[in-house]
């Protein structure tokens, strides 16, 4: 029996995108910790979190989607 989830059918392609959904919120848990341990306001802090955050998701979602692209022909 196949699934769409069977790692074995989509190799590297499941793993890698397991990876980018683990690594889209370390810097804003960092921008949280550097703003609730140092001088930086915490608001300050999760803004620049979120802010570093973007070009993960960015290349999640356009660069490489999890989705292979529709070839209409």
Do not use: K, Q
Request: net charge negative; with cysteine; hydrophobic share 50%.
């Amino acid at each position: 029996m196949s699934t769409n989830t069977d790692y074995r059918e989509h190799g590297s392609f499941a793993r890698r995108h397991d990876l980018l959904l683990a690594l889209l919120p370390l810097p804003l848990l960092l921008g949280a910790v550097v703003g609730a341990t140092t001088a930086v306001s915490l608001t300050t802090g999760l803004w620049a979190g979120s802010l570093l955050s973007l070009p993960v998701l960015c290349y999640a979602v356009f660069v490489d989607p999890p989705a292979p692209a529709l070839i209409e022909g």
